[in-house]
């Protein structure tokens, strides 16, 4: 037989893709973490119900969103109808309940731009951050979570470049790299941007889902269920669609003008949101519009040296993708 070009290409990705997915398989958390994670939210709900009338907790971040690999912090968020305490003050409060319940090493962040108190629980030895009042971020994990059930790709992609970024400590927002939340952005509007496309823009397709956190308005078609067969006639591997999410970083992505918009489930530019200089801190170096809070770019954080990290960072997995002889072990060495 005669082989096409991109017939050498498949053959290329046929060996990596096995790696990368007993790399992936090996980050699930295994269902006896997952039990425990309920056994500990279960413990902190009525806590929480006996101890404060009206508060009501709600789970997000990695462990609401599908994007939890093993191990990682459980995010919970306060939701409290109180308008004459400031979100440090319900922080405190929340840190007395949870010290009256003798967990461990409880610290109230209540400086931080968003308040959160953080412990450990004895029994189970999780880590759990605790904020207040902070909706939006409920919902977004929602939308990250219902795009994770269109297409098992997204989850696997995710993964992978999740783990990558902690490795090559590249998910970093304080030293000015990217969150976890920003990645799986990226994952997603590259999902969107395949052709055939891999996954579907859920916020301009007719809602089924519709709240209002504060002032924003959060719409989206959330029957995901429905969708199941949507990607299904792109054929591509976890490790064909990680090599181009590299490629695509490190050198098809338009730094200069181009944002990122999961919203539109397309680009935007730079100009028409009005991301083109610095504003106090904000540099807008690399932009990742947020879905719902559209005037939030996730890339504000990178700053001209860190920008340059993280570009580096994308070009060598890239270069390993292609060219090393065991590419899944040289992707993932710690920085
Ligand atoms: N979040 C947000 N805006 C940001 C960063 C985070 O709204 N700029 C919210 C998102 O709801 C996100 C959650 O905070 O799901 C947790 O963020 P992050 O720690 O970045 O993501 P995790 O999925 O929890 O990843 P990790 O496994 O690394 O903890
Ligand atoms: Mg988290």
Redesign the pocket.
């Known amino acids: 037989t005669i082989l096409m070009k991109g017939d050498v290409k498949r053959q290329e990705f046929e060996a990596l893709n096995p790696l990368l997915l007993s790399v992936y398989k090996k980050l699930i958390p295994p269902p006896e973490e997952v039990l425990k994670q309920r056994k500990f939210l279960t413990h902190l709900d009525r806590l929480v119900s006996r101890d404060w009338g009206g508060a009501k907790l709600f789970l ?3 462990c609401a ?1 599908d ?3 093993c191990n ?2 459980i ?1 919970v968020c306060l939701s409290v109808d109180d308008e004459h305490s400031s979100k440090a003050e319900l922080v405190m409060k929340m840190a007395g309940i949870l010290r009256s319940d003798n967990m461990q090493n409880i610290q109230a962040l209540t400086h931080a731009r968003v308040p959160i108190v953080k412990f450990t629980d004895p029994d189970t030895g999780i880590n759990c951050d605790i904020c207040v009042n902070n909706m ?2 409920v919902v ?2 929602k939308l ?1 979570h219902d795009y994770s059930q269109v297409d098992p790709r997204l989850r696997q992609l995710a993964f992978l470049v ?1 783990h990558w970024a902690k490795q090559r400590q590249v ?1 970093e927002t304080y030293r000015g790299t990217l ?3 920003a990645y ?1 952005l990226m994952c997603i509007h590259f999902l969107q941007q395949r052709r055939p496309a891999i996954l579907p823009c859920l916020q301009s397709m007719q809602p089924t889902y519709e709240v209002t956190v504060g002032k924003i308005k959060c719409a989206y078609f959330d029957k995901v269920n429905t969708l199941r067969n949507f990607g299904c006639s792109n054929k591509e591997t976890v490790g064909e669609l990680l090599t181009h999410f590299f490629d695509y970083w490190a050198s098809c992505h338009d730094y200069t003008r181009s944002v990122i918009s999961v919203r539109t489930g397309g680009y935007l530019s730079k100009d028409e949101k009005d991301w083109t200089r610095r504003i106090g801190n904000e540099r807008h170096l690399i932009c990742i519009e ?1 879905p719902f809070e559209i005037t939030h770019d ?1 890339g504000r954080v990178v700053d001209r040296n860190s920008i340059r990290v993280l570009r580096d960072e994308f070009k060598r997995a890239a270069k390993i993708l292609h060219q090393d002889s065991n590419p899944a072990t040289a992707l993932f060495e710690p920085f």
Do not use: M, P, W
């Open positions: 997000f971040g990695s969103n994007f939890g690999v990682s912090d995010d939006l971020a977004n994990s990250l999740k998910n969150s976890s939340y799986v947020d996730l």
